[in-house]
């Protein structure tokens, strides 16, 4: 889910194989990478969940159908690699694929996504298209959440709430509210999760703990600095980290009780209990 750990988890996995294989380079981009140290190949991206369209059907199939992603950066990942090669990426298709998808709580990451596309290069992302078909900026954060938040969440969320069902042996789903209070375990777990070959790997436990320090807020920041660009490199302001706050609960202090009801109602409406998504 966008705004929830993306260049965090990319670069401690990026930090793992350079600590597990000596190799010099360093990554900077989201992308279909071999990953020697692990063993694995590993595509890092925002999407839904390949197998999705070909498990799902029903009223809730009809329910997804309607839902759209305001902007493409959803669900970039699936037509750029996924979309042709469902053999390969599909949990229904391939025992060996492993999928780890980290969310989290909805307002949080509604909040954090508004606040992210103001500087954004991209003026498409501060609009949404109206019932009449014109163009219309987001007048605030409440606005957002009406007219693209909401839907573009559920439109990604529920194709990995379901598909962890289907396949749970290949489909794990990490909030990022335990992802901040427990990095080492969060990560531990999503190695192992990833890796046949990881039992058998020496010097995992100490490459693990490099990495955790190697990915931190400051030395990300430093690395921002060093590329003179924002991580994602869609910052209009060179100057601005695609690292903010990241405080859990901050949307209390960003949307009313009236955005928390809608909020509730739409989850209703696709058969979910918001607080499961790890709202505080």
Known sequence: MPRSGTWYSFYFFEFLDVFLTGRKTLNTRLDLHVHHGLKI?????????PGFMETCDGALREYWDQLEFYTPGYNYGYGLFIEGNEPAFSPLQN??????YLYRNPLDQIASFYRHIQAHR????RAYVDDRGQERVF????????HAGIQSYLKQYLTYHLMQKVAPQQVLCIRYEDLMDDPRGAFTHAVHFLSKQVES???LGV???KALNASKKESLKNLERVMGAS??????????????GGEIGKWQTELTSEDLDLAKEEFARAGLNLGETGLT
């Open 139 to 146: 007048a605030n954060m409440s606005d957002f959440l009406r």
């Open 201 to 203: 790997l020496d010097g």
């Open 41 to 49: 190949g590993k595509l890092h991206a925002h999407c839904i969940c």
């Open 95 to 100: 025992p060996d694929v492993r999928i780890v």
């Open 231 to 244: 991580l994602g490199r869609d910052q209009a302001i060179p100057t601005e980290s695609h690292l903010r």
């Open 122 to 125: 991209e003026p498409s992302t």
């Open 207 to 209: 490459a693990i703990e």
